[in-house]
Antibody, heavy 118, light 113 residues
Framework: EVQLVESGGGLIQPGRSLRLSCAASGFTFGDHAMGWVRQAPGKGLEWVCFIRSKGYGGTTEYAPSVKGRFTISRDDSKSIAYLQMNSLKTEDTAVYYC?????????WGQGTLVTVSS | DIVMTQSPDSLAVSLGERATINCKSSHSVLYNSNRKNYLAWYQQKPGQPPKLVIYWASTRESGVPDRFSGSGSGTDFTLTISSLQAEDVAVYYCQQYYDSPWTFGQGTKVEIK
């Protein structure tokens, strides 16, 4: 059974940094692109970023709203994807979902809440 | 960026009746070389993460009931629930993955009339 479990969310002040983790199981992690999608409270879905598998170069794509501030990475030996979030803004407040897939997302984690507030 | 616009924002349908959700993209998401539309649909029930329903505009995800179907090409797409069941109450989103940044529609809330 495919499982994606996010961790690392919490309350953080504007301008600070936070790192989210996504622990994957139930599939060959290294064969798949991984991504992050967020959802602000009461709002719709916003794609954040994804990272391709090493077989496709391990390259990354970012939404304009986070480019230059967020960095996605992966550790295939541990089956974990990371989202390093720097220079956080209040508008980054959202539930962050880890997803499998570089185009459509066929599996989603339960999400971790990030609240950026002073 | 490709803008995805869904209509309506919400709809109420009687049990057993048809529900139709539209999604329009500001740019074609049809890739000519493989003739595939890079368009997916997701269902999100309250308090849950989204769930993939349809990809490549019309391919039903494994385990999704066959009352769900996707159609359309280029810039205009439709998600149809042929006979609405109580468990289909949710918000539905379309998403394009033709060009980065991937973008979602604003969502359509489906309720029981």
């Amino acid at each position: 059974e495919v499982q994606l479990v996010e961790s690392g969310g919490g309350l953080i002040q504007p301008g600070r940094s936070l790192r989210l983790s996504c622990a994957a199981s139930g599939f060959t992690f290294g064969d798949h692109a991984m991504g992050w999608v967020r959802q602000a409270p009461g709002k719709g879905l916003e794609w954040v970023c994804f990272i391709r598998s090493k077989g496709y170069g391990g390259t990354t794509e970012y939404a304009p709203s986070v480019k230059g501030r967020f960095t996605i990475s992966r550790d295939d030996s541990k089956s974990i994807a990371y989202l390093q979030m720097n220079s956080l803004k209040t508008e980054d407040t959202a539930v962050y979902y880890c997803t499998r897939g570089g185009g459509y997302s066929d599996y989603w984690g339960q999400g971790t809440l990030v609240t950026v507030s002073s | 960026d490709i803008v995805m616009t869904q209509s309506p924002d919400s709809l109420a349908v009687s049990l057993g009746e048809r529900a139709t959700i539209n999604c329009k993209s500001s740019h074609s998401v049809l890739y000519n070389s493989n003739r595939k539309n890079y368009l997916a649909w997701y269902q999100q029930k309250p308090g849950q993460p989204p769930k993939l329903v349809i990809y490549w505009a019309s391919t039903r995800e494994s385990g999704v009931p066959d009352r769900f179907s996707g159609s359309g090409s280029g810039t205009d797409f439709t998600l149809t629930i042929s006979s609405l069941q109580a468990e289909d109450v949710a918000v539905y989103y379309c998403q394009q993955y033709y060009d980065s940044p991937w973008t979602f529609g604003q969502g359509t809330k489906v309720e029981i009339k």
